[in-house]
Antibody, heavy 123, light 110 residues
Framework: EVQLLESGGGLVQPGGSLRLSCAAS????????MTWVRQAPGKGLEWVST?????????FYADSVKGRFTISRDNSKNTVFLQMNSLRAEDTAVYYC???????????????WGQGALVTVSS | QSALTQPASVSGSPGQSITISCTGT?????????VSWYQQHPGKAPKLMIH???NRPSGISNRFTGSKSGNTASLTISGLQAEDEADYYC??????????FGGGTKLTVL
């Protein structure tokens, strides 16, 4: 059974940093692109970042987080990370990690999602 | 990258069919067959309903159908059921190798 478990959320002051982790199980982690998607309270989904699979090292970022957030992965630990620096109030959201969908021809369809980690940026 | 355009809300009665549209540009929806649709119930993670415009993942009811014409993709739900009441989001890859979501559509089953 595929499982994605996020951790590391919490309350942080503006300008601060936080690192989210997403521990994966139930599939061959190294083979799949992994993505972070966020959802501000009462708002829609927003793509944040993607790390390619297959042992490659290609990363993609939304303009809203480029230069502040860094995605990484440790294939030996089946974990993907999101390092968030220079946090702003508008980064407040539930952050989901998601796995590339089986049978999809592109990185950007997600068949499994974690339960989400709440990040609150406030003084 | 601007969000894809979806109606804020749609509604239908049990047993009826509804269609949710998702309009983008030739740089996203119109340029690639990589549109996905997600269902999200309150307080839950999104669930993939359609990927690559028309493909249903294993376990998704054939009442859910995806299509695309030009810069507009559509999700049709036939035989509406009470449990279909949820928020629905479309997404598409873009010419910049990024991903853009629609603003979401709230489906109400009357």
């Amino acid at each position: 059974e595929v499982q994605l478990l996020e951790s590391g959320g919490g309350l942080v002051q503006p300008g601060g940093s936080l690192r989210l982790s997403c521990a994966a199980s139930g599939f061959t982690f190294i083979n799949y692109a992994m993505t972070w998607v966020r959802q501000a309270p009462g708002k829609g989904l927003e793509w944040v970042s993607t790390f390619s699979g297959g042992g490659g090292g290609t990363t993609f970022y939304a303009d809203s987080v480029k230069g502040r957030f860094t995605i990484s992965r440790d294939n030996s630990k089946n974990t993907v990370f999101l390092q968030m620096n220079s946090l702003r109030a508008e980064d407040t959201a539930v952050y989901y990690c998601a796995k590339r969908a089986e049978g999809s021809a592109n990185y950007y369809a997600f068949d499994y999602w974690g339960q989400g980690a709440l990040v609150t940026v406030s003084s | 990258q601007s969000a894809l355009t979806q109606p804020a809300s749609v509604s239908g009665s049990p047993g009826q069919s509804i269609t949710i549209s998702c309009t983008g540009t030739s740089s996203d929806v119109g340029g690639y067959n990589y549109v996905s649709w997600y269902q999200q119930h309150p307080g839950k993670a999104p669930k993939l309903m359609i990927h690559d415009v028309t493909n249903r993942p294993s376990g998704i009811s054939n009442r859910f159908t995806g299509s695309k014409s030009g810069n507009t993709a559509s999700l049709t739900i036939s035989g509406l059921q009470a449990e279909d009441e949820a928020d629905y989001y479309c997404s598409s890859c873009t010419s910049s190798s990024t991903l853009v979501f629609g603003g979401g559509t709230k489906l109400t089953v009357l």
